[in-house]
């Protein structure tokens, strides 16, 4: 069974900067089977998709609302997804989980309309 560990959330200042990481373990299959993203749920609301990457890194998906200022990398040597954070807003402040599921169809639509592995989320805020 997959399990996801997320890591570097925090308190950051308007304008800052966080990277978050995701590492990967216990699966049969190879990490760059995986389609990996991360999602955020912010206080009150429902949990968003904000970015996912294919197996390869060769094919992305962002949400409007994080496009031109979140990165999604990888690197499949460490079984490692990394979400570069920058010009961070209040509105950015939720609980970010990373998550997976195996690369049967886009990397779009995995993001989107589900995935099966679910890490259990690091804090981050964005406040003065």
């Known amino acids: 069974q997959l399990q996801l560990v997320e890591a570097g959330g925090g308190l950051v200042q308007p304008g800052g900067s966080l990277r978050l990481s995701c590492v990967a373990s216990?699966?049969?299959?190879?990490?760059?089977?995986?389609?990996i993203g991360w999602f955020r749920r912010a206080p009150g609301k429902e949990r968003e998709a904000l970015s996912c990457?294919?197996?390869?890194?060769?094919?992305?998906y962002y949400t409007d609302s994080v496009k031109g200022r979140f990165t999604i990398s990888r690197d499949n040597a460490k079984n490692t997804v990394y979400l570069q954070m920058d010009s961070l807003r209040p509105e950015d402040a939720g609980t970010y989980y990373c998550?997976?599921?195996?690369?049967?169809?886009?990397?779009?639509?995995?993001?989107?309309?589900?995935?099966?592995?679910w890490g259990k989320g690091t804090p981050v805020t964005v406040s003065s």
């Open positions: 216990g699966s049969p299959y190879d990490f760059k089977d995986y389609v």
């Open positions: 990457i294919g197996g390869k890194a060769e094919t992305t």
């Open positions: 998550a997976a599921d195996i690369e049967y169809t886009t990397v779009e639509t995995l993001c989107l309309h589900g995935m099966d592995y």
